[in-house]
């Protein structure tokens, strides 16, 4: 079989990094011994278009997506299967995949920890000005005033996490040693638990001090956080978003950072991936961006090594992957986190 993949260039002296063409998460040596074909790109535009005519399997990191649209995938009749090395497949068209009989799985809770400690990492980054002292430092500043002006304790604060699932349960977890008031809003989890008590999601909205964001890019979610829904914030709130850039209007998030409605954002997702190098997001104020790596710690890229391979060995011996995995499987989609539920 011929299985493509999209990973990031190797540069030399990065030797610990699993995820790019050099090393390409042990699968060189490991597809080579079972005899099948592999192609790694590194360019998600015209690159892939080449391979799409004759390719079985397509592999790619949410970091890194290859962008399997409806007429990508028209152009490939024999594609299979479309893996994602690590959590989150929204950069496949999952109807159309459904559509041609194409399996989708990801490697479920590979990131999971690396995630939820990066958010809380930009849930203090944000509320102490860290930014701010930062700049000053490097700069030759010493403007303590402009500083404090902005630097509050997380303690007592009011955290909303938008999406409850495997990560924002995490990062309710993580959080809760603060002393803050934890509450989300997730269409499929709606209970209470030890850390978080459910509310609706315009609560969640108007009554958070900050809020993270953990839900999946579906139809439901896309653009969700446009003027309306980010005006009704509270007047000096911060937003953390670790899950998808797609997510949060981009012109939207910029007039009302500018404008001092919402105090700060922060996360390491953006749309399109790469960003571009004149996106709006590297240079809007009160920004704490960082490139898609939240999920890329040493310790998720092994997990996404042996979750890759594990899916290619089941693929491979005609057995069914681990539920937890499977996105689109038999024509359907089948994970309740990517099917229609309405995120207001």
Do not use: C
């Amino acid at each position: 079989m011929k299985i493509v993949a999209l990973f990031p260039e190797y540069i030399e002296g990065q030797e610990n990094q699993l995820l790019n063409t050099e090393k390409a998460i042990g699968l060189i040596p490991f597809l080579e011994e079972k005899g099948h074909e592999l192609v790694i790109l590194t360019d998600n535009n015209a690159d892939l278009d080449k391979h799409l005519s004759d390719m079985d399997v397509v592999i790619s990191a949410p970091f890194y997506p290859a962008y399997m649209t409806k007429e990508r995938i028209e152009k490939s009749p024999n594609l299979k299967l479309a893996i994602t090395a690590g959590v989150g497949s929204d950069h496949v068209d999952l109807q159309a995949a459904s559509e041609n009989n194409i399996g989708v799985v990801e490697v479920t809770g590979s990131n999971t920890v690396s995630v939820a400690e990066h958010a809380v990492m930009d849930l203090l980054i944000l509320l102490r000005n860290y930014e701010e002292g930062h700049r000053q430092s490097v700069n030759g500043e010493w403007n303590l005033s402009k500083v404090g002006n902005h630097a509050h304790e997380l303690q007592n604060k009011t955290i909303g996490i938008f999406g409850f699932g495997r990560i924002g349960q995490l990062v309710a977890e993580r959080l809760a040693p603060f002393n803050v008031k934890i509450q989300h809003y997730d269409p499929i989890n709606q209970k209470d638990n030890k850390y978080s008590n459910f509310v609706n999601f315009d609560e969640l909205v108007s009554t958070s001090d900050a809020i993270t964001i953990h839900a999946p890019l579906t139809p439901d979610t896309d653009n969700l956080f446009d003027y309306n829904v980010l005006s009704r914030m509270k007047v000096g709130s911060y937003l953390v978003n670790t899950a998808r850039g797609k997510i949060v209007n981009t012109n939207d998030l910029v007039e009302l950072l500018t404008a001092k409605h919402i105090q700060g954002y922060a996360g390491d997702v953006w749309y399109p991936q790469p960003a571009p190098a004149d996106h709006s997001w590297r240079t809007m104020p009160r920004n704490a961006m960082t490139v898609h790596y939240s999920g890329m710690t040493l310790e998720a890229q092994e997990r996404i090594e042996e979750g890759v391979k594990d899916i290619l060995n089941r693929f491979f011996n005609s057995e069914p992957f681990q539920d937890k995995d499977v996105i689109v499987s038999g024509g359907q989609i089948s994970s309740a986190s990517y099917k229609s539920n309405k995120g207001k």
